[in-house]
């Protein structure tokens, strides 16, 4: 039991639509990451969120944004969806800004049509 | 640019017998490793880490290998158990401020009873 939880589990949406996906931390846990699971990759960085402020950001467009809460939960918000943003979202929780024994999420799995 | 390389997207062992999951990565920069394991439908679970300054970490079933002259490490499962079947990522990470993990694609490993 990771207590890692995100909501929705599932989720579809039109091209050009916006979509927020939420993930709540493991309790003590005060960083967050978010990924991007395509069919057949494993999980690609989006973002990390260390105590309310972007600690780091991969190779994603501007139009992928976040937020931290005070209780460490999280935010990943899309704009504009596009066919190839479907996948598997992923949120991971740590403690420090390290991603030593992240934990993760069940998974937020994400269609766009 | 795969930094993590799975290159084996699968393996079938015998129920009992040993299995070794192999990945390899590019950048000398990354100086922790984590593996994963994957049912579907549920977020990665970590399962056993080892930091570039050992060769060597040992966890019950589990036991990973660095070679770090080779940029290379190894999972090993003994003795290999059908609940094992999943599917396996090896995963890199920097220690710092901007750290993040960059996986591989993984291995589906299937156990046969």
């Known amino acids: 039991e990771t207590g890692v939880t995100q909501s929705p589990t599932h989720l579809i949406k039109t091209r050009g639509q916006q979509v927020t996906l939420r993930c709540s931390s493991q309790s003590g846990h005060n960083t967050v990451s978010w990924y991007q699971q395509a069919l057949g990759q494993g999980p690609q960085f989006i973002f990390q969120y260390y105590r309310e402020e972007e600690n780091g950001r991969g190779n994603f467009p501007p139009r992928f944004s976040g937020l931290q809460f005070p209780n460490y939960s999280s935010e990943l918000n899309v704009n504009a969806l596009e066919l190839d943003d479907s996948a598997l979202y992923l949120c991971?929780?740590?403690?420090?800004?390290?991603?030593?024994?992240?934990?993760f999420g069940q998974g937020t799995r994400l269609t766009v049509v | 640019d795969q930094q993590v390389k799975q290159n084996s997207p699968s393996l079938s062992v015998q129920e009992g017998r040993i299995s070794i999951l192999n990945c390899d990565y590019t950048n000398s920069m990354f100086d922790y490793f984590l593996w994963y394991k994957k049912y579907p439908a549920e977020g990665p679970t970590f399962l056993i880490s080892?930091?570039?300054?050992?060769d060597k970490n040992e966890d019950g079933r589990f036991t990973v290998f660095l070679n770090k002259s080779a940029k290379h490490l190894s999972l090993h499962i003994v003795p290999s158990q059908p609940g094992d079947s999943a599917v396996y990522f090896c995963a890199a990470g920097y220690t710092g401020a901007n750290s993040k993990l960059t996986f591989g694609k993984g291995i589906t490993l299937s156990v046969r009873p």
């Open positions: 991971a929780s740590s403690l420090g800004g390290a991603n030593r024994e992240a934990f």
């Open positions: 080892i930091s570039s300054i050992k």
